[in-house]
């Protein structure tokens, strides 16, 4: 399945209930976009748990939403990046898609 | 493979229609089909033929108008939702029609992936 | 145009196909309108014989608890709606059992009988959906 998460994880804790979950099964992705692209910065308290996610989950970032926010060059290592096009292969590849709202 | 759309905001407030037209757009380049994008919630005001955001702007329910017009996408507005909200065949813009929660359910059936925008 | 379809001319493309419906509840209910109407999304559902699901995690699960009284905020108490949904084949309702926990509840609290999950096992469910709707 792909998790879509997009709200920041410092505004509400739409990230954190996705993660509990993703965590606790294997296999499957995480997108971030819009807002939640903050949750791939390097040195933020939340590192440690997209980190912690990475050995069963892969996790990628939006680029466009990144670039806007002027966060693309503070980036978790290992988060990988996709534009819209990116973001269509990822839904098509994965069997099952939920946006966590 | 074709790709469902939900949109559950309104232009402007957030960016979950902005997200979700991107997406369709680009799903429509690579050339999978959008067969139809149901906007309820406050999403049914996407369909409001009265905004007049700033010429410097996006104008996004032209940008969804126009969409339906170049790709033949089904731009759906929630009945009941739209009701809710003072949407009416008065003031729908371009492309999109009113109908009932079943055009989301038969997306889901009929689609191979919906996707979901809101906040 | 059908309304008990929601609008739908049940057509080809779509009569037979069965597939896994899941409704994910996060919010609470009155303070948005996402609970109202995402209720309202799943009793049409109904209508089209599919695997339906719903999961109520974080202020979803007070969605479901017992004895609201709405008369004083003069907005429409929608809560026995819940009830309604097993008339409508509507049965696995799933609570996310640590969002319970933080909240203080228990099954006790609740409106209607569900399904207590482990992260572990919510996310075993939700990979087994063919849909997944959030409000």
Redo the contacts between chains.
Sequence with gaps: MLHIVNKSPFENSTLDSCLRVIGATKGGALLLTEDAVYAATKGSAVEAKIKAVSGNVLVYALWPDLEARGMQDMCIDGVKFVDYGGFVDLVAEHNSVQSWL | ?K?GI?V?EGPYTH??TD?AY??A???L??G?EVPRVFF??DGVNNSSSLTDPPQDDRNIVNRWSKLAEDHGVDLVVC???AMRRGITEGNLAAGFRI????????A???A???????? | MSETTGGVEFDEDSAGVVKKFMFVNRKAPYGTVYALEGLEVVLISAAFDQDVSMVFMDDGVYELIKGQHTKSINVKNFSPTYRALEGYDIEKLYVDKESMDMRGLTVDNLIVPVEVLTAAEMGELMDQQDVVISF
């Design positions: 493979m790709f939900m559950n960016q979950a997200t991107m997406f757009k680009a799903a380049e690579k999978h309820y919630h009945v009941a939702a109908s009932g929660l079943g055009q989301l359910v038969e889901g059936i009929q191979d992936r919906l996707v979901v925008f809101g906040d």
